[in-house]
């Protein structure tokens, strides 16, 4: 099903629409959504090329690459509303648009967790990116394991008539850590409610010799880092 099918099953679509569909109202509403849809669009684009543009000067430059592999997503509308609901409040596109700040969504995946904070500290270094918040999972991990630095920043859209402030979530991870977080979702996503209980200590505990293989790998590569310079 594509994201478009997907929103437009989606109940908070209709909200307001009682009775017999009021067809001006829900073309409003269908042009809403996808306005903003492409609103979010822009603004993942947006800080993909930014964090491309870094890498390849990294590339070009130093000969290696900080970033490994980046991924965009928008929220899943059923999410949206979701956290909507979970939080009291209006199921309509502008309260979304106002106070969910992930809707718009860009993964960072590094080799090396130096490389995340370097990145992450370029990135929101630039005048047009404005840091909203900032939480350090990696420094302060979730009591499952959970290890990742998100940034939530806002980024202009340049519009036919306007310029839009865009809040996007960028989640900073090494390879180790997207590896536990994939299939940690993917273990808590098929197993039942009562079940997961019984695989937390030991989802923690991989969580863990990840991060102590995180810093061996860091430890080796800045000797690879150091020769490297030394040949210069
Ligand atoms: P999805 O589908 O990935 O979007 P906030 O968004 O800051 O207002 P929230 O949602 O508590 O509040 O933020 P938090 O805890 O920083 O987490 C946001 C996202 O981080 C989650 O998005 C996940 O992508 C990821 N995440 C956080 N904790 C975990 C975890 O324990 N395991 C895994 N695998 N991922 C995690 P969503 O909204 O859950 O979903």
Redesign the pocket.
Known sequence: MTFRQEYANASFFFEGLTGSPAHEELIHKVQDFIATENLYLAANREVETKLQNLNNEFHYTKERNPIHSIHT?I??PL?IIQ?LQKRGLDLTVQSAREN???IA?VRVICSYIEDIYLVANMLVSQDDVELV?T?D?IRDP?P???R?L?H?VKIPVFLSNRKEKVNV?I?FRTIAMDY???L??DL?YKLSKEKTVSIDRELKEVAEEMAQIDERMQALYNVVLKDMDTRK
């Open positions: 997503r929220k899943a999410s956290k969910l700040t992930d969504g918040r939480s999972y979730k499952n394991g959970y990742s998100h939530i979530e989640q536990w977080a994939s940690e979702h808590n």
